[in-house]
C-alpha cells in the first residue's frame, strides 16, 4: 500500500526513474502503480499502489510525459484520507494531514525535481546482449538492482543485465564507465595519442552508438590524417563487418562532418559515395571495401567504432586571444592575430595564391568560428563567392591549407565536400552569407582574400575602445562577473556599469562568449534570458527577438520563473533553465561602445495577418501562417513531425533555423530518440526515434505562392499509354528510394509489371531512348522492410517475374531494389542506394472493381476424409515419403478425385489452409503455376488477386535450358511448412519436374452428400480451442488496458500469436467476426514490441510500414496482419487466451497489495481495478433482498460508472446466460432531490454513465 510520509528521510521516501518509463521505490524494490479507470470509481481509497516491476499491472509503465504524470498524481492524491504534508510519498508509513489546497512536491532520490531529467538508456558493452541497455530494475540472485553492480565478478567491473531476470534469461554486459584513461576494452595508437573501441558484436543505430561512446568519455570514430585510416585499416584486418564511425549529414544547413567536432579534412570515400539519398545521413567504414567510407540510414543497426583521446589539449587556434597588440600594413585589416585583405580581381585559384604570395602573404586560412565571422562580415561581406587557401591538389581528398598551419577546423556547405562528377574540385572557395565551405574546380575565376601574420607593436593593447577587463566583439564590450549572485542582483550589476546580461544573436557571439569562460570546470553564468511570466515563452530582457538558441540536453526545462545561464565544463556553452531567485550563479554583461543600445539584427518580414493560404492549406486570422498536414491517412495514429530534432546535437534545433523559444516536450523516457512529434489531440509533444513512420505538417507563410517539387519533366519522354496505365521515363539518376518519391509527385509508383507482354513493351520502349550508360532501369520491386519479402511499391499483386541468370541473389538483411536490363529485359536485385535512371507509371481506371458475390448457399457435404471450408472440400496428401509427388503427378492424382490442386484466392483460405498442414514438416503443391514466361495462373481459371510470397520469392526456375533453348522445367508453387517455422504457409517456386511433395486437392461440396457442420470458421458463441490453447473474443468497445484486465478477470490474459499455426486460427476468428481485435502487443518507448510480460517476438506479421509507432498498443486486422494504435483507442473486440494451467500469472490484479477475499459457500470474487465482484446469477432476489445479502458481506449492489466497467460485467454474465438474463443494479430514485427522476447509485453518488 502507498501512504504518505512527513519526512523525506529514509529508503522508503527515496524514487528513481527506471527502465522504459517505471518509478522504482529504492525502499520497497517495487514500482509505483495505478489501476485505470474513474477517480469516482475508487471512493477514499487510492488507486495507487506497488507493485512487482517485472510484470504488467494495470499501469507501471507512465506516460511520457512527466508533466501528465504528475497532473495524473494529483487527481488520485488530494483524498481526504490520503493527504500529503510535505508532499514526499513513500512505500511505508502513515498518513499525516494537510490542507485539501496543498499540492504535492515530488522529488527522486537525489533530491532533484521528479520531472528534471528523463531516463536515459545506459548501453551495455561486450558481454551477449549486442550492446544493448541496461533493464533495470533487474533480478540477480534473488536481489533487485535499479543500477550497474560489479556484485557476482572477481574482477571488481561494473555490470548489468539487460532483461528483467538474468537466472532465467543470462544476458548481460559490461556498463560504460566515462574515464580519461584507456587501460580497459581500448585499443592505443601512440603515435596519435588516441585511442579506440571496436564494438564488433554490437548492432546499434547511429545515434545509439553515438551514446554508447559518449558515456564513456568518447565519441564516434573520426578519421583526420591517412596515417590514422592506416592505423584502422590494421586493426580491422581478419574482420568482415561494416561499423558506425562518426562522420554524418545531421546538420540541415551544414555538409559532412565528425561527431567529435573533428575537422573534416582527409575523406576516404567509396567510388559513386556519398550517395545522396536524403535518408542516408550516417558515415560507416566497411572491412569489405578496404576500409572505405559508405553512407548509410542512421536507423540501421551496425556495430560501431569509438574513439578517445585522453591527452587532447587545447589548441593554439581555439581561442583566438591575442596578448601583444600588433599593426597591420595599409589596406589590410587586423583581426586578432592576422592581417587580412581581400583581392577583388577575379582569377583561378593558382593565381590568385600566387598574388597573395607577392604581397608576402598566402590565401586566407580559417581556424575558428569568430575568425571565420569576421571574415564573413568584414572582407567577404556581400560577395557571394571566393577563394580561400583551402585545397587537396598534393594529395587527393586530403586537404590542407596553402600556408601549412593545422587544419583544425572546417565548415562545410550541405552535401559538400563531394567532389562533384569527379571533376577534380579540389580548391576551396566559401559560399553563401553563413560563410560555408564548397570544394570546387581550380579553374573557376573568383575573388580571394589574403592573410598574413600581424607585427607585434609597442604600443598599449587597446580593445576597441572598450573599458580595463572588458572584450570587444563587434559591436560590443562584454565582461565576465565573478560574483555569485541571484538573476535580478547580477541584472543590477550590469545596469550599474550601462550594461545589460549578455544577448546571444548567433553562433559567432556564441563562440565569443563560450570563449571567455573557456577552461573553466563547474561555472555557470546568467544571461539576459527568461521565461516571460512563467508561460514556457523565453524572451531576452531588453524586447529583443530571440533569434538563436543553444539548449543543453532535457532544456529548456519547465520551471516557473526560470531564468538561463550559461554553462562551463564539459556542456561548454549550452544552455539551462535554473530558478531566478535561488539560484546563485556568476554573470556576463554586454555593453555597447557608446553605452548606447546596440542596434539589433534586421529581423525577418513577419508574414502578413491578411495574406492568403495556398490551396489545401489551412490558418486562421490569428496566424501568419499556414499549415497542411502531409499524406494524412484515415487511422488511429494522432502523432504528427514537427520540425524541432537534436539530431545535430544536444541541442534542441527548428528546421527552419528559427529559436526554440518554447517547447512542449514532457519528461519522459527519451532514450536515443532525437526528433520531436506532437500530439493532435492534447497539442503535447513527444521525443520520438527519427526512424519511426508518421505523418507531418507543413507550415508557410500567409501570402506565399507554394512551390512544386522539382519534376524533371524535361529529361524524358512524356507520359506512353500502354493498356490502362501510363509510363514515364526518367533518364537522369537517383537512388530507389529518390525515385519512388519523385513518382509520387504526379500520383504514381514505379513501375510495377503483371505480363510478359506488358515487360516486353516497356523493354522496347527503354531500348529506343537507353543509351550504353543507361541500361538498367529501377523498377518498382523491392524488399525494404528488411523481412525480405519482395513486393511492388504500388501495393499490386506480384504475379509475374522476369529475372535473369544466377537472380535473385540469396537473402540477406540488406535491402534489396530491382533494376531491370533495358537490352535484355532481366531483371537483377541491387543496392537501394545506387543512383539508376527510372521509370514511374500510374493506372487510368478509375473506381474499384466489384466485388464478386459469394454464391448462394446450398446444403452439401463432403466426402470421408475431405475438410469442408466455406463451399469447397479440401484434403492433404503426402504425409507418408511415399505418396509425394512432382507437380503434375499431384494435378493428376487430384483429377482421380475429380478435384484440383487447390487455389487459394484471399487471406481466408490461406489461413485454413495453414491450420490443415500436419505436425509432420513437408511441403505441398498448390495449384498455381506459370507459363514458359514466367507469369503465373491458378490451375483453376481465375485471376491471380492474392499472394503470400516467402523472402526472396519467386525465383524463376526455367534458367536450365537444353542445346535447342527449351525450358527444361517450370515454376510450381508450395506452401511452405518445415524450417524456418515462421515461414510456414508462406509461398516459393519449385521446379515443377525436379521435386516431389505433398498437395493439396480441392473440389466443390456435394449436393449428393448430407450438409455437416464446418469446424473451421468456429461458431463465436461456443468454447474455442486450437493446439491445445483455449480462447475467448471480447467483443465490447474497449481500450488495451481494460482488454488486459478483463482477460484477467477471466482467468486469461490478452493473447500472444507465437507461431503460424494460432496467426491462422485467429484470423479465420476475426474474418468471421468482421472486427479489428486487442492483442498482448505494446511497447512504451523501447527498442522493440513485446508481449506481456516482456515475451519477445518469434514471429511477426506486421502490415506495411507498422510499426509506425514507438508507443503504443497492437491489434490484429480482419486480415490477420498487426498493426498499432494508442493504447487508450477503444477497439469493439480483443482476444483473450485462457489460463487453463494451476498457477495463473495476472498482470493486473495478483501483484496488488491487496486482493479479494476468499470464496465461502457461493459467494466467489473476482478482481477488477481496485474492487472485487460477485455474481450471483443462479438464484433469483427481490431487489431489497439482494441489497440486504450484498450489505451482509460488506459489499454494495452493484454500480457501474464508465463503459469499461459495464463490459466487464457484461463478459462475465455471458456465463450465466442459461441461468439469468440480467441483475440488478444498484441504483436508487433520488426522491430529495428538485428532480424527483434523478437516479442515483446506492452510494448517493451522481449517476454518469448510462
Known sequence: MLYLASSCKGDAQL??????????????????GITTGNVSTFGDKSPLGVFRCDYEPPRVRWTWSCSKFLEILENYLPSPKLLLNTGNVSAAGSPPARSPSQKSLWRVYDNQDLCAKSYREIYTIQGNSHGSPCYFPFLYDGQWFHSCTSVGREDGFNWCATTHDYGKDQRWGFCPVKSTDCETFWDINPLMDNCYQFNFQATLSWSEARTSCQQQGADLLSITKVEEQIFINGLLTGYSATLWMGLNDLDLNGGWQWADSAPLKYLNWETEMPSYDEEENCGVISTDAQGRWHNRDCSVALPYICKKRPNATLDPFTTGMCAVCVCCDVGWQNFQAGCYRLNSDNLDWSSAHKMCQKMEANLVSVHTLPELEFITKHMKKDIEELWIGLHDTAMQMNFEWTDRTPVIFTYWHPFEPNNFRNVNEDCVTIWGPEGRWNDSPCNYSLPSICKKPAQKSDDRIEDHGCKRGWRWHSPSCFKV??????????????????????????????????SLVFGRSADQFWLGLYNENSTGTFRWITGEELTYTNWNRDQPAQIKGGCVVMVAGQAMGLW????????????????????????????????????????????????????????????????????????NSDSWTWSDGSAVSYQNFGRGNYGSAECGAANMADTNWLVSHCESELDWICKISKGKVEEEPESHE?????????????????????????????????????????????NQFLVSTLRKMSRKENDLWWIGLHSLKNDGRLRWSDHSVLNHVSWGLGQPRPISKEPKCVQISASKGDWSDQRCHVDLPYVCKRVNVTGTIPPTPAPPLIPAGCPQGWMPFLHKCYKVFGEELSSRSTWESASKTCLTHRATLVTVPNHRVQAFLVTLLPNSSFHVWVGLTSESQAQFRWFEPGFLSYTNWAPGEPVDNRQMKSPVSIYLSGNCIVLLHGSPPRMMGMWASRRCDAEKHGFICMKDKDPALPPGVDPLPPLLDGPLEFDGVQYRILQKPLDWYTAVQVCESINGMLAAVRVPRQHAYLTLLLSTLHKSAWIGLHNDGARSYTWLGEEELKFSDWRDGEPNQMYGCGHMTIEGQWTVAACNTKLNAAICEINTGKKVLKYASEYFHSFCPHPVGNWSWVPFRNHCYSFILHELQFKHEAIRMCNKVGAKLLSILDENENSFVWEHMQSFQQQAHGAWLGMIFNSKGKKKTNLLWQQLTERIYV
Open 15 to 32: 524514487w528513481k526513474w527506471v527502465t522504459r518509463g517505471r518509478l522504482f521505490n529504492i525502499g520497497s524494490s517495487l514500482c509505483l
Open 481 to 514: 562577473g565573478e560574483e555569485s549572485l541571484t538573476f535580478n542582483d547580477a541584472k543590477g550589476m550590469c545596469a550599474s556599469n550601462n550594461a545589460t546580461l549578455a544577448i546571444i544573436n548567433n553562433r559567432f557571439e556564441q563562440a565569443f562568449v563560450s
Open 576 to 647: 539551462e533553465v535554473k530558478d531566478c531567485a535561488s539560484v546563485r550563479s556568476k554573470y556576463i554583461c554586454k555593453q555597447n561602445q557608446d553605452s548606447l543600445i546596440p542596434s539589433p539584427p534586421v529581423p525577418q518580414p513577419t508574414p502578413s495577418l491578411t495574406g492568403s493560404c495556398p490551396s489545401g492549406w489551412k490558418s486562421t486570422n490569428k496566424f501568419h501562417y499556414c499549415y497542411k498536414v502531409v499524406e494524412a491517412e484515415d487511422h488511429e495514429q494522432h502523432w504528427l513531425w514537427i520540425g524541432i530534432s537534436c539530431r
Open 714 to 758: 524535361d529529361t524524358g519522354l512524356e507520359w506512353v499509354d500502354f493498356e490502362e496505365a501510363q509510363y514515364k521515363m526518367f533518364e537522369h539518376r537517383s537512388t530507389w528510394d529518390q525515385a519512388q518519391r519523385i513518382c509520387s509527385w504526379f500520383d504514381a509508383s514505379l513501375v510495377s509489371m503483371h505480363s510478359p507482354k506488358e
